[in-house]
């Protein structure tokens, strides 16, 4: 799928569409927990995604480019699983960390998003990686802006996980999204200050880095989608969906229940004198 740009009433729906992706989080969040299974998750998701949301499940049956469709509404991914981890009848068990992926359609748009859920007690370690991992996103997102170069989203974001000996995951990468799952252009984590395109007012994107505790280096598992780490190293990742404006950025994917942006994106937005209301919209203006 080629780059799109939304006009107003594109955005208006893309709104919509990626607050309730939010909020389809924010009901999973209290059934994720010791003794779950994530097929259980999987249910619950699909059932309020079309019966109160009044959405569909992008990821059932969604099959890009002759690979097998993927079999369930949501993706799970357990500790060393990297990402596109699907759904399985084993229960959560403490000490597990648990990234819980979600993307609906709504009204004909796409709304991606995914958080780490945290089962029980978790080690430092695989603490600090979800934590470190939510701010990367957030050093990703503080750089989007109309003229940006693709290279400086990614280069926040490599240069952020490697100051903190974690590495990141090169072959899966956010993406363009609209009416269509996954569009141009593709979102590396990772990259030089100034190269590849440039962003664009209009444009939405998904920026969902994967950072690992060991090795960058992943393999899938063979069931066709699970992807996880090569030395079997702790994995996490966060996903946010964003629109690019001409003075920064809106995040599309946020509501009541999203967690707390980090303190160095409120820091910034304060001392440019803003009063956004950040659980609806965080905008950020950035000269
Ligand atoms: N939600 C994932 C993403 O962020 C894609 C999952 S594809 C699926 O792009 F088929 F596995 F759902
Ligand atoms: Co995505
Ligand atoms: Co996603």
Redesign the pocket.
Known sequence: MPITYKNTDDIAKMRVAGRLASELLDYLTPFVKLGMTTNQLDRLAEEHTTRVLGAVSA?LH?SPKGQYP?PKSI?TSVNHQVC?GIPNDKPLKNGDIVNV?V?LIKDGWHG?C?RMFMVGHVSVAAKRLCHLTYEALWKGIMQVKEGVHLGSVGFAIQTFAQRHGLSVVREYCG?GIGRAF?EEPQILHYGQPGTLEKLESGMTI?I?PMLNAGRREVREVGDG?TIVTKDRSLSAQW?HTVLVTPTGYEVLTLSAGSPPLPAFVTDFAKEYGQQHPFHTHAQHISS
């Open positions: 990821p969604y993927y993706c596109h992926d993307t991606d995914s993406h996954h998904t969902e989608w996903e």
